[in-house]
């Protein structure tokens, strides 16, 4: 079964503090995964985009990390601002039937505290 | 560029009516585009995907007589939801895509629909 997982569910950090947040999926035939930052009522805004090929790609002070063979990514928040505060989301791409398929994990919610 | 919109942002209605959500890209022309449904503190379920000029396809469990789905034109869907029930009540998020191909969806703002 296409999943994604990711962890923590949840996760209050003090601003200025690093964080990393973690996604497992096990989705196939594989295409890309993404990370998204939702604010709440909103949609979800892309951060990254990587390819099986990519093991890592930045964003200003987002930073992911790729590792295709044990299917795991991070996300790593640098410095972080009290704006980061978000829903954090890991989708997986797979190609099927034509179409570029997204597989959304259930988020990591961030609060940044000052 | 690639913004979506979406219209309306919010809506209250009463149980038995229909409810038409627009979604419009408004700087490029989307041939593909997406619609989503989001109850609180879940993540985004795929409704169905819709084609310009062509029938939606819906995902499994997703009652197509129920969410109707129209892309008339490369920058317009809509979805109507027929015969609102307060269970309809959620958060709806269309996307957007330039090619079949995809490589990056574009998300609207959402709609907050809220049937009583």
Known sequence: KNQVEQSPQSLIILEGKNCTLQCNYTVSPFSNLRWYKQDTGRGPVSLTIMTFSENTKSNGRYTATLDADTKQSSLHITASQLSDSASYICVVSLFSGGYNKLIFGAGTRLAVHP | ?116
């Not at chain 2, 229909?18 to 419009?24: H, L």
């Not at chain 2, 619609?35 to 000029?53: C, D, H, I, V």
């Not at chain 2, 920058?75 to 109507?80: F, P």
């Not at chain 2, 998300?107 to 049937?115: D, Q």
């Open chain 2, 1 to 116: 560029g690639a913004v979506v919109s979406q219209h309306p942002s919010r809506v209250i209605c009463k149980s038995g009516t229909s409810v038409k959500i627009e979604c419009r890209s408004l700087d490029f022309q989307a041939t593909t585009m997406f619609w989503y449904r989001q109850f609180p503190k879940q993540s985004l379920m795929l409704m169905a995907t819709s084609n310009e000029g062509s029938k939606a396809t819906y995902e499994q469990g997703v009652e197509k007589d129920k969410f109707l789905i129209n892309h008339a034109s490369l920058t317009l869907s809509t979805l109507t939801v027929t015969s609102a029930h307060p269970e309809d009540s959620s958060f709806y998020i269309c996307s957007a895509s330039r090619d079949r191909v995809i490589d990056e969806q574009f998300f609207g703002p959402g709609t907050r629909l809220t049937v009583l």
